[in-house]
């Protein structure tokens, strides 16, 4: 069975910096893409970033280009997100999600989520 | 940006009914990589459908997508009580992926 446990969220002050993890277990991690998507009330869903089975390709959306930054580590099977220079409007749940595939851009498998608080 | 519009925003419904619902996209979805995810309240989103009619792994197939180019629908032939919930489209064919603002599809 596919799991996919986040953490590392909470409430942080503009400016500010965290990472998230995912920690997956019940497939072999090493071979699927991954994803960082996060949700809001008002905006819904947001794909936020993506990385390819080895982490030799990296894309992410524009609002976060510059600022957060996705990486793995398929010898711990788990997936981060670094995210710096905090602003009220990342505040949403962050999901990880699996791919379908070694280079798929398919999500099929999503976590519970962490949610992240932005406020001063 | 490929913006996906999604109609009804809400569709009031009785259990045994059918469920039709829309997901337009501003231009040409590539390769036809248009997915579907249902999300109850409290859990995370769950995959329905991909590649616009492919239903995903243990999916029933009450539930079934169709379409092409800009314009798919996601049907429910006969809605069963688990059903109540949201709908997102999604497009994955081209960055930025993006989804579409969801249907609710509620119990009338």
Same mark, same amino acid.
């Given at each position: 069975? /596919?799991?996919?446990?986040? #953490?590392? @969220? ?5 400016? %500010? &910096?965290? *990472?998230?993890?995912?920690?997956? +277990? ?21 794909? /936020?970033?993506?990385?390819? #089975?080895? @982490? ?5 959306? %524009? &609002?976060? *280009?510059?600022?957060?930054?996705? +990486? ?5 099977n788990s997936l981060y997100l670094q995210m710096n220079n905090l602003r009220a409007e990342d505040t949403a749940v962050y999901y990880c999600a699996k791919g379908g595939g070694s280079n798929s851009w398919l999500i099929d498998y999503w976590g519970q ?8 | ?108």
């Amino acid at each position: 069975e /596919v799991q996919l446990v986040e #953490s590392g @969220g909470g409430l942080f002050k503009p400016g %500010g &910096s965290l *990472r998230l993890s995912c920690a997956a +277990s019940g497939f072999n991690f090493s071979a699927y893409t991954m994803n960082w998507v996060r949700q809001t009330p008002g905006k819904g869903l947001q794909w /936020v970033s993506f990385i390819t #089975s080895s @982490g030799n390709y990296i894309d992410s959306a %524009g &609002s976060v *280009r510059g600022r957060f930054t996705i +990486s793995r580590d398929n010898a711990k099977n788990s997936l981060y997100l670094q995210m710096n220079n905090l602003r009220a409007e990342d505040t949403a749940v962050y999901y990880c999600a699996k791919g379908g595939g070694s280079n798929s851009w398919l999500i099929d498998y999503w976590g519970q989520g962490t949610p992240v608080t932005v406020s001063s | 940006e490929i913006v996906l519009t999604q109609s009804p925003g809400t569709l009031s419904l009785s259990p045994g009914e059918r469920a039709t619902l829309s997901c337009r996209a501003s231009q040409s979805v590539t390769s036809s990589y248009l997915a579907w995810y249902q999300q109850k309240a409290g859990q995370a989103p769950r995959l329905l459908i991909y590649e616009v009619s492919r239903r995903a792994t243990g999916i029933p197939d009450r539930f079934s997508g169709s379409g092409s180019g800009t314009d798919f629908t996601l049907t429910i032939s006969r809605l069963e009580p688990e059903d109540f919930a949201v709908y997102y489209c999604h497009h994955y064919g081209s960055s930025p992926r993006t989804f579409g603002q969801g249907t609710k599809v509620e119990i009338k």
